[in-house]
């Protein structure tokens, strides 16, 4: 790995962004509209299932956005040829890969700094834990959407393809993930696999933090959410061939 | 004198830039190369054949890219692809390689600071290709001969010692074309390995020497006028058909 290199992609990835100005708002407004509006919706009927809910949402935004926005561009980086051009200079796949998961890292932060802001600020949510870690588990939780997007482009030939496993990998975890059903209310078998899945630990963490000052528990939560990333981009790193038929 | 530059003009006085040995490559159900062989040195090769005839693969085997099936592709006396190679050959793909919502100055910058080139090296291949007036223009918006210019500028950074080049002047008007092969004998002049494909047969007569290639195979090899004269005729379209013709009968 080469720190000039890796910079170079975040700081690239950065400037394509900010050229897109719709994405950009996409990616920072629509998760606070969202939240808001499920806000909303139990505020007459059960403004305390907010407070269950919103922290999941605050875990599960990072994870969606960032899983579609990666997959989808990193497969533009391979049909364009641009990546190809790039794996034939000196650049390492980690350089690539670390690259965009600290651009995207960046972008999960300002949008859950808004998300964390508006959801506490205006929406009253309870918030027992600190909210800088609150913080932490949201760029996580984005990492490890970049990372699940990065290994998925592989599979993909077609952005059409890569949109199409988000419903694949991503909306299984959000139904077992404790936002419809707490997870320790779900039958035996589906509780055993929401705990194998990344978003369950993800939402667990944000849950904790609402309810609780310590942070223990919030820091293993983050460490399984963190692993699954690396092996994500591990994954994601071993699927980057330099040689390619 | 530094290693580095002292190796470099060891290698430049080496004959070849590339060896190609035996080299063999299938890409699904279909051979593109059969036991190929080929050496490429200083000037301007040409690389010419229609299209499908295994040319871009033949130019991915040089910049390493490309999965092979069998042989060897040396070059310097490297294997292809090997890390230390990595900032001394320029590669041009058919398609536009550049980040096409950035604009031409930031994609220089970007592949300057992969390749460590320094920020002067912007300004001078932007002036080699001639898009001075277009450098902070999003190349999306620019023309399709323009915005392949662009990628080329991104091939000459950090003043590579061998360029591969895969249809760059497809798409150029005949003036930008002109231009385009200049350039390409001034570089090939201070010493770099210039080797360029493509399948319009009347770009043959600027190269200093010719590999004419069909089913993955090389036909012919050496200058515009030997390759001529070989097949009798006077134009190297004509001298391509006698030469299918004569490996037909």
């Known amino acids: 790995m080469n720190a000039r290199i890796t910079l170079a992609v975040a700081g690239r990835v950065l400037v394509q962004l900010r050229r897109d100005h719709r994405t950009l708002a996409m990616l920072l407004v629509l998760p606070c509209v969202l939240i808001s509006l499920m806000w909303w919706m139990y505020d007459d009927a059960n403004p305390l299932l907010f407070d269950r809910i919103g922290p999941a949402l605050l875990a599960m935004f990072p994870v969606i956005v960032m899983f579609l926005v990666t997959s989808v561009t990193t497969l533009r980086e391979r049909s364009s040829g641009t990546l190809e051009r790039l794996l034939a200079m000196p650049m390492g796949k980690l350089d690539f890969l670390v690259g965009y998961a600290i651009a995207f890292g960046l972008v999960a932060a300002v949008q859950s700094v808004l998300a964390v802001a508006v959801s506490i600020g205006l929406l009253d949510l309870e918030l027992a834990g600190p909210v800088w870690l609150l913080t932490v588990v949201a760029v996580v939780d984005a990492i490890l959407g970049s990372a699940l997007g990065l290994f998925v482009s592989a599979f993909a030939q077609t952005e059409f393809q890569a949109v199409q496993f988000m419903p694949a990998i991503v909306i299984p975890q959000l139904l077992l993930c404790g936002l419809l059903v707490p997870r320790d209310r779900l039958p035996d078998a589906l509780n055993g696999l929401s705990d194998v899945l990344p978003l369950s630990y993800a939402v667990d963490a944000m849950q904790h933090l609402t309810t609780s000052t310590s942070t223990g528990q919030v820091w293993r939560d983050i460490a399984v959410v963190g692993a699954f990333a690396v092996a994500g981009l591990a994954f994601g790193a071993a699927t980057l061939r330099r040689r390619t038929p | ?249």
């Open chain 2, 1 to 249: 004198m530094p290693d580095g530059v002292a190796l470099r003009i060891i290698q430049r006085m080496m004959k070849n830039a590339v060896e190609v040995r035996d080299l063999h490559v299938v890409r699904g159900p279909h051979t593109v190369l059969e036991h190929l062989d080929v050496t490429i040195g200083g000037g301007v090769t040409g690389l010419l054949g229609p299209s499908g005839c295994g040319k871009s693969t033949l130019m991915r085997c040089l910049v390493g890219v490309q999965r092979i099936q069998g042989g060897t592709v040396e070059v310097f006396g490297l294997p292809a692809g090997s890390r230390p190679l990595r900032d001394r050959v320029g590669y041009v793909t058919q398609a536009v390689s550049v980040y096409k919502d950035l604009t031409v100055a930031e994609n220089l910058h970007f592949f300057a600071r992969v390749l460590g080139a320094g920020h002067d090296e912007v300004d001078r291949v932007v002036a080699a290709v001639d898009l001075g007036d277009h450098r902070d223009d999003v190349v999306g918006r620019l023309s399709g001969g323009q915005q392949s210019r662009a990628s080329l500028a991104v091939a000459l950074l950090d003043q590579p010692d061998l360029l591969v080049l895969d249809e760059p002047t497809v798409g150029l008007d005949p003036v930008l074309r002109e231009d385009l092969w200049s350039l390409f004998h001034r570089l090939a002049d201070a010493g770099v390995a210039v080797f360029v494909s493509s399948h319009v047969m009347d770009e043959a007569e600027r190269c200093d020497r010719l590999l004419l290639m069909r089913e993955g195979r090389i036909l012919a090899d050496g200058s515009p006028e030997q390759i001529k004269s070989a097949a009798g005729v006077d134009d190297v379209e004509a001298a391509f058909l006698a030469l299918v013709r004569r490996a037909a009968a």
